[in-house]
T-cell receptor
């Protein structure tokens, strides 16, 4: 069965600093991986996804993630944090027709 | 594109009443819709998967007679929480996917509070 582990339930960065949110997955088949962002009291918005092909995936709002099969990782990065990036981020892996989500990481951006 | 709406966004009801939540795909046909539940400070837990025109598939531990799901058209799915109790208070989120794609598009969620 597929599963996702997000390291760090809370991450705090200064505005302008690098954002790194960690995600490791377990999958018995080539994984399809996703990052979603959730703002308070809202649904989830797709940031980016990896299915096949290029392992470095660029998404919206300046985020990108790199699929590393050898490390079973799909970490999310952004070179320079903005205050508006403060939200909760979920990594997910496709399992059959479903998505299996990690526990989420709350990103705090300090001014 | 790929917008999913939910209605209502917030509902407060008395214990014992039933509440219906609608999920609509506004600009695409959703062959599959998913219903999730999210408790405070927790991740999303899949409740059920519904395909247009067929019965929903419920996850283990989810009472199908309590959480009635109908997916009557390619743009609308409904979740009815029957005889709601305070422990059903939660944030309910739907998502929709069109056939042949891997991406789920999420609605904004419905906050249910049962008094």
């Amino acid at each position: 069965a597929q599963s996702v582990t997000q390291l760090g339930s809370h991450v705090s960065v200064s505005e302008g600093a690098l954002v790194l949110l960690r995600c490791n997955y377990s999958s018995s088949v080539p994984p399809y991986l996703f990052w979603y962002v959730q703002y308070p009291n809202q649904g989830l918005q797709l940031l980016l996804k990896y299915t096949t092909g290029a392992t470095l995936v660029k998404g919206i709002n300046g985020f990108e993630a790199e699929f590393k099969k050898s490390e079973t990782s799909f970490h999310l990065t952004k070179p320079s944090a903005h205050m508006s990036d403060a939200a909760e981020y979920f990594c997910a892996v496709r399992s059959s027709t479903k998505l299996v989500f990690g526990a989420g990481t709350i990103l705090r951006v300090k001014s | 594109g790929a917008v999913v709406s939910q209605h209502p966004s917030r509902v407060i009801c008395k214990s014992g009443t039933s509440v219906k939540i609608e999920c609509r795909s506004l600009d695409f046909q959703a062959t599959t819709m998913f219903w999730y539940r999210q408790f405070p400070k927790q991740s999303l837990m899949l409740m059920a998967t519904s395909n247009e025109g067929s019965k929903a598939t419920y996850e283990q531990g989810v009472e199908k007679d309590k959480f009635l799901i109908n997916h009557a058209s390619l743009t609308l799915s409904t979740l009815t929480v029957t005889s709601a109790h305070p422990e059903d208070s939660s944030f309910y989120i739907c998502s929709a996917r069109s056939g042949g794609t891997d991406t789920q598009y999420f609605g904004p969620g419905t906050r249910l509070t049962v008094l």
